[in-house]
């Protein structure tokens, strides 16, 4: 699943399940750990998350942030964990502000297993903010707002592109709150700039009002203006894809062969697929001929056959998800034991299983 489907079906669980948690300890294992795993991280492996991770502070030993991401043997993001009925205050913020301080990690998150604030250092180095650059809440979130998040994940987490990224977020954040009030009631300096641009007479404080009523209704219309521009931009194109749907209906039956054409039209090898079929090849050079492991794509995988046989398949790529790549691997010519990878080059570990495979069809001969 991608992220967004994840955080959906975590979403859902939430809702479910929200009432029947009481502690503290049961809201990382219900919540927190699950939200961990969506970006991609192995919970149980050390080397990429490490539960009650040691953040001792001067004098003060002991100290333990509740959990911390780790990359190439050093910290990059730290969680803090709350109850989920608990709401998140300045209190819980200064505990995670310390941990911040006497790490590595360049981001922090605050969380109740509902609501993740994610801090780092922008305007102090190796300072936390006072406030967030991002928010996330996982009952209310827009996909935009999930694409973001998708920065902190595993396959696409990168310190420097993550601080540029952090910096944006949290100025655009704010500017667009500012804007938002200015909507509802605008401010004397709002007002007085729109009139300076209009108007040249002197600003009295009745013409001020008059402006103050102006500006109001020229961002209300203004806003209206938009929102029917895209409506209409939307029935345009409600109207194109009708059209596009009528001719496919209209269109004849394809032949069996016309069919295959197409669907072969779909199939993308991907450079990484040619990798793996070549890893797979040298592995196999000391059993067979290398010319009978032959890669036969698929549009869901890449499947790798002895002789080009689908009847006799050495192993599947299963490389088209974004975040994760398996291989898949016959421990009899019907049941596939898919196989997690890190990178493609961990095909290597699998060698005497993919040999044995090859054995088995050639003691078939």
């Known amino acids: 699943m991608d992220l967004i489907d994840e955080l959906q079906v975590l979403s859902s669980k939430i809702v479910k399940k929200r009432k029947d948690i009481q502690t503290e300890e049961a809201t990382k294992n219900a919540f927190v750990m699950p939200f961990i795993r969506a970006l991609g991280y192995d919970v149980f492996d050390p080397a990429e998350v490490i539960p009650e991770f040691t953040a001792d502070m001067g004098t003060k030993k002991g100290e333990k942030v509740d959990y911390a991401i780790m990359k190439d043997g050093k910290p990059i993001i730290l969680f803090e964990c709350k ?7 300045k209190e819980h913020k200064s505990q995670l502000y310390r941990y911040f301080s006497v ?52 396959s696409f ?69 938009q929102i029917n521009e895209r409506l209409t931009s939307a029935l345009v194109t409600e109207e194109v894809v009708s059209s596009h749907a009528l001719l496919i209906l209209e269109k004849p039956v394809l032949t069996k062969e016309e069919k295959k054409k197409e669907r072969e039209s779909r199939i993308i090898t991907t450079p990484e697929e040619i990798e793996g079929h070549n890893i797979v090849k ?19 995988y890449c499947g790798i056959l ?46 005497d299983k993919l040999k044995k495979t090859v054995s088995r069809y050639l003691q078939e001969e």
Request: glycine share 2%.
């Open 83 to 89: 109850w989920c009925g608990l709401e998140i205050d």
């Open 103 to 154: 790490t590595e990690a360049r981001f922090a998150v605050l969380t109740n297993g509902i609501s993740y604030y994610f801090y780092t250092d922008i305007e102090e180095p190796n300072k936390m903010d006072a406030k967030p650059f991002f928010e996330f809440n996982l009952l209310n979130f827009k996909e935009s707002v999930a694409e973001d998040l998708k920065r902190f994940s595993q």
């Open 282 to 300: 040298t592995i196999l050079q000391d059993v067979i001929d290398p010319t009978r492991v032959v890669m036969r794509d698929t549009i869901n």
């Open 157 to 225: 987490f990168d310190l420097n592109e993550n601080v540029t990224a952090a910096v944006e977020l949290k100025y655009t954040k704010h500017i667009k709150r500012l804007l938002a009030a200015q909507f509802t009631e605008p401010s004397e300096e709002f007002v007085k700039f729109f009139a300076s641009k209009v108007y040249s007479g002197r600003l009295a404080p009745s013409v001020k009002q008059q402006f103050t009523d102006f500006v109001k209704k020229a961002l209300q219309q203004f806003l209206n203006d």
């Open 306 to 351: 002895f002789d080009d046989n689908n009847r006799k398949p050495i192993c599947r790529l299963h490389f088209n998800s974004a975040t994760t790549k398996r291989l898949g691997i016959f421990l009899d010519n019907k049941t596939e034991e898919k196989i997690l990878l890190d990178n493609i080059n961990d095909i290597s570990q699998h060698a």
